[in-house]
């Protein structure tokens, strides 16, 4: 048995999780023929979490899929014994859930997108897109505060040597988003930043209809974004990570230990520009830029 856990909703996770099950059927499992899955969804609410963890610990599940961070890190401190695959988008050493990455030691492996670490990159992109823009903001959530201090600590550091003043937002439920993008006006940001976080993900495609509402040029991590009206999105496929994370769970229920498995970093980086949604905002986009990218929607 299976227990996945996550921070989110399923409703905004079908695709991870379509994808989570693929990998379980390149390890030669397939839900409910030969594994039962035990889904918990937090729904947003992290302080539900740890009953969660509590509960399929209870119901002795033989490894724990603990997607997005907070889960990670919940599952983390409920079992030292019950193996946990991770699919997270920050550094699993500073978070403390291995001891490193090619030796994970103890009861934790997974995925790892290293996303916090992709941040700078967006800003650099959005900088390409806005070269006459001085001010720009970033927006994290700080209900996962492991991630947004990364996140905004490797943020203002780019931000410094592109020579640009970063506008810190918090966000940390759907409800703050009006008023992410009210404030942008009032900052004078001329761009906005979306950091690569569980919430944020799953309402990729309300973020991308608001920036289009207010004129925003905005970048996040997606194809679906960009899809969406979003200016641009770069980053790893979060699909190709939870398929990972699969492929790492059946690996465990044929009996391998977490401990044994290295944490497998995601490679592939993804850059989409919407010209549609450029050409309305009056952005012309660089040719470097345009030849990077691995599609470019009309």
């Not at 740890?50 to 610990?57: C, G």
């Not at 899929?65 to 990670?72: E, L, Q, R, V």
């Not at 990729?204 to 509402?213: I, N, W």
Request: charged share 20%; net charge negative; proline share 5%.
């Amino acid at each position: 048995m299976v227990g996945f856990l996550n921070v989110a909703s399923v409703d905004v996770y079908r695709p991870m999780v379509a994808a989570f099950r693929q990998g379980l059927q390149r390890s030669g499992y397939v839900e409910g023929q030969n594994v039962l899955i035990e889904y918990r969804w937090a729904e947003g609410q992290h302080y539900r979490l740890p009953s969660m963890v509590a509960d399929l610990v209870h119901r002795q599940v033989t490894v724990i899929a603990a997607t997005t961070t907070p889960a990670a890190l919940a599952a983390k401190a409920a079992t030292t014994t019950i193996p946990i695959v991770f699919e997270i988008g920050s550094d699993p050493i500073q978070l403390g859930l291995v001891a490193s990455l090619n030796r994970p030691g103890g009861n934790v492996t997974g995925v790892t997108q290293l996303n916090a670490g992709l941040v700078p990159k967006e800003l650099e992109v959005l900088h390409e897109l806005l070269p006459t823009a001085r001010i720009v903001a970033l927006v994290v959530n700080p209900a996962d505060p492991a991630v947004a201090e990364a996140q905004q600590r490797e943020a203002l550091s780019a931000a410094d040597t592109l020579g640009l003043e970063l506008r810190i937002l918090n966000a940390s439920t759907e409800s703050d988003f009006d008023g992410i993008f009210a404030q942008l006006i009032e900052l004078r940001a001329k761009g906005l930043v979306i950091c690569p976080e569980a919430l944020f993900t799953g309402h990729s495609e309300q973020l991308a209809a608001l920036a289009a509402r207010h004129a925003v040029p905005a970048i996040f991590r997606g194809r679906e974004f960009t899809a969406a009206g979003g200016l641009a999105s770069y980053g790893t496929s979060i699909t190709d990570s939870y398929r990972l994370a699969g492929v790492y769970s059946g690996r465990v229920l044929k009996g391998e230990k977490p401990a044994d498995l290295p944490v497998q970093q995601a490679t592939k980086v993804e850059l989409y520009i919407n010209l549609k949604t450029a050409k309305t905002l009056g952005i012309t986009v660089p040719l470097p830029l345009s030849g990077r990218a691995d599609e470019l929607m009309e």
